[in-house]
């Protein structure tokens, strides 16, 4: 198989794997997704030389990139934004909880927003992505030793974050809706 | 005590069963994306102009130019092997019909039969294609797709070329080679829960102009705030339902709020049918021919054409991109 094929194949079959990929770690930021997957192949498209087999965490690998490139950008645009003045536009998250915060487990995704960017994304690589240690390490350019430790950190950390909450709230957590997150505290009143 | 990370697992916010980013064949925007970086390959140095336009309007225009081996094939005339199609022509007259005038007959028609978009459609369609690292010519097809209640259907395409009914087929098979008019070139049945499993816009269309904006740019990005965008949305959508009255008002009215939508003239499209023709020209290049019946404001035809030429690949300007004519 040449190296084009090769690539056509891994987009045919890793398009939406990688487009989920994106999706999650842009949050409800759902319109940027396909411009930020557009750029994961494009980048992949001019490395395919490199492209290895398996080619998917590889490819979760130039993503990751892509998105600190898109993330920095967002960064920039705010920055510029918040010196004109448009303090609407660049203000943190409304209060209004989004439809997803009523969904069981948004407690879950709480307990891993606390998180360390470095421990959410080695437990959403294992989960989400269901991929391997070996996978893991090609993801974060790692060895297989340091992703094991990074995981096994990252989960005693998430593990105390879950039962922090349990602690706090434990009424919001027996139930199916769970909590929105501090700003749906306050606006309750709860501490 | 529950794992850590299964109930990470759980709260994933991203499913692959359900929702836009679900495992399923490339849809036509995903295509799109894989065929610029094939024509990248074939043309480093070459302007990509017309490939922002359309998803099948990327695709190479190889076909143009293409020569085909005998290779064991059927024998084809110089006269089969000529894939692309002319552009349909219009003509201006003092008949002609303003799309606000066609969008509100649309709606008037809307008030006196209402009725129901339904799954499926059923088209005549033709594009360029191109498969990467290979020559390749696309047929032109008539495809023809059903969907029960419970989710089963079926899918049959065959090769047809309303120019020339009755006559050999030009066929995308590797060497290409002709085919007889109507050859089954796909026949599939669906298991029942199929609809919606693997296709886009699998709910039920809105009513209402705004509401029906909204739901086709949930399913492409921009086709809200891009003409081009819409005509493109409105394409794939209209390829898997057949639209009621209701929905047909409503595409056409918001086709008459089109900016840049021009009147072009009466046209007679590939089967045979009278419309009335709008331009619309794409900011980063092509124009779209939208055909609509001025009775009720039924879309009949969609085609692309190039705008400037692109001598590599012998294409000239005017000449046509892709077609879709609504048979249903």
């Known amino acids: 198989m040449s190296t084009d094929e090769a690539f056509d194949a891994a987009y045919r079959e890793h398009y939406w794997a ?23 192949f494009a980048v992949a498209w001019r490395r395919r030389a490199e492209l290895p087999d398996p080619p998917l965490p590889w490819l979760y690998g130039v993503a990751r990139h892509c998105l600190a490139n898109t993330v920095r950008g967002r960064g920039r645009y705010r920055r510029l934004l918040a010196r004109l003045g448009h303090h609407e536009m660049t203000r943190g998250p409304r209060t209004v909880p989004a439809p997803d915060a009523e969904r069981p487990g948004s407690w879950v995704l709480e307990a891993l927003a606390r998180l360390g960017e470095a421990d959410q994304e080695v437990l959403r690589l294992t989960t989400w992505e269901e991929l391997s240690l070996d996978e893991v390490s090609t993801v974060l350019g790692c060895g297989r030793s340091a992703a094991a430790m990074r995981l096994h950190r990252a989960r005693r950390r998430l593990r105390t974050e879950i039962d922090r909450l349990r602690r706090t709230d434990p009424v919001a957590l027996g139930c199916a809706s769970g909590t929105t997150g501090n700003t749906a505290s306050d606006k309750d009143g709860r501490p | 005590m529950t794992d850590e990370l299964e109930l990470l697992r759980d709260a994933d916010p991203v499913s692959a069963e359900t929702g836009p980013w679900r495992d399923r064949p490339l849809d036509a925007r995903a295509e799109l994306l894989l065929r610029r970086l094939g024509l990248q390959r074939r043309r480093r140095t070459v302007r990509l102009r017309l490939l922002a336009i359309e998803a099948v309007a990327a695709a190479a225009v190889l076909a143009l130019a293409l020569t085909v081996p005998g290779g064991g094939a059927p024998a084809a005339t110089a006269a089969d092997l000529v894939a692309a199609p002319r552009p349909l022509v219009a003509h201006a007259s ?160 918001l086709l008459s709020r089109v900016e840049g939508m021009r009147p072009a003239g009466r046209v007679t499209d590939r089967l045979g049918r009278e419309g009335q023709g709008f331009r619309l020209s794409a900011e980063s290049g092509g124009r779209y021919l939208v055909v609509l019946d001025p009775d009720d404001g039924r879309l009949l035809d969609l085609e692309l054409t190039a705008t400037r030429a692109e001598p590599e690949y012998r294409l000239k300007a005017g000449d046509v991109l892709f077609y879709t004519a609504w048979r249903g």
Not at chain 2, 223 to 229: G, L, Q, R
């Open chain 1, 18 to 40: 990688v487009s989920r990929f994106v999706a999650r770690r842009l949050g409800d930021q759902t319109a940027d997704v396909e411009e930020v997957v557009a750029e994961v």
């Open chain 2, 94 to 253: 003092r008949a002609d019909v303003p799309l606000a005038e066609i969008a509100r007959r649309a709606r008037a028609a809307a008030k006196e039969t209402p009725g129901k978009s339904v799954m499926g459609s059923h088209v005549q369609s033709w594009s360029m294609g191109m498969e990467p690292g290979k020559d390749t010519v696309t047929t032109p097809v008539e495809s023809l797709t059903r969907w029960n209640a419970d989710g089963s259907g079926s899918r049959l395409e065959v090769a047809t070329d309303p120019r020339y009914p009755g006559r050999p087929v030009i066929d995308d098979s590797t060497p290409p080679r002709t085919v007889h008019d109507g050859k089954v070139l796909r026949r599939e049945n669906y298991p029942k829960g199929t609809y919606g499993a693997n296709q886009d816009y699998f709910e039920a269309p809105p009513t209402g102009v705004a509401e029906l904006r909204s739901y086709l740019a949930a399913w492409l990005p921009g086709a809200d705030k891009d003409p081009a965008s819409l005509l493109s949305a409105v394409q794939s959508f209209q390829s898997v339902w057949t639209l009621g009255p209701r929905q047909i008002a409503d595409i056409a009215t």
